[in-house]
């Protein structure tokens, strides 16, 4: 997974410090921690893992490796427009793995990656409860069903303005 450097604000520190404290500084709490601090700043590149590691007082390595280890973690910001393929069983049976090659190829990013213009994110989701139009995509709050590997550059087209 590769990461970004970031500089963080003040008021950013002092907020990462409030969570870990409102979680009692407990190193306990490390995944609730990251979760709270997830859900602030949408993702937590390695500056904001060093604040966590210190507040509750686990190491660095700790941190990274629950960061990496668990998908709903992302170090990397999500994009203008995030991309989400179901890959749950109704759309993997559709053929949604071979839509997700495409996005990969077209997009030049891996799952859990953004492009460099920051424009596209790449993730995959569990049923998304539309399954009567598996293979579904995500793009942004926009669903489409009945994707198909053709059909994936007309959808990345739609956000090229
Ligand atoms: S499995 Fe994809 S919508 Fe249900």
């Known amino acids: 997974m590769s990461s970004i450097k970031v500089k963080l604000k003040e008021k950013d520190v002092q907020q990462i410090k409030d969570i870990c404290k409102s ?4 190193p306990g709490e490390l995944i609730n921690v990251l ?3 997830q859900g602030v700043f949408g993702y937590l590149p390695a500056e904001v893992q060093e604040i966590v590691a210190q507040e509750i007082h686990v ?3 700790k941190v990274y490796g629950v960061v990496t280890f668990y998908s709903f973690f992302t170090m990397i910001p999500k994009g203008k427009y995030p991309v989400s393929v179901c890959t749950g069983t109704a759309c993997y049976v559709r053929g949604a793995e071979k839509v997700l ?3 990969k190829k077209e997009l030049g990013i891996k799952v859990g990656e953004s492009t460099p213009d920051g424009k ?3 993730t995959c989701l569990r049923c998304v409860g539309a399954c009567g139009l598996a293979p579904v995509v995500m793009v942004g709050n ?3 069903g009945r994707v198909s590997p053709d059909g994936v550059k007309d959808i990345l087209k739609e956000f090229d303005a």
Do not use: D
């Open 59 to 61: 190491s660095v390595a």
């Open 120 to 122: 596209f994110s790449l």
């Open 142 to 144: 926009k669903t489409y």
């Open 23 to 26: 979680f009692g500084n407990n």
């Open 101 to 103: 090659e495409e996005f």
């Open 35 to 37: 979760h709270k601090v």
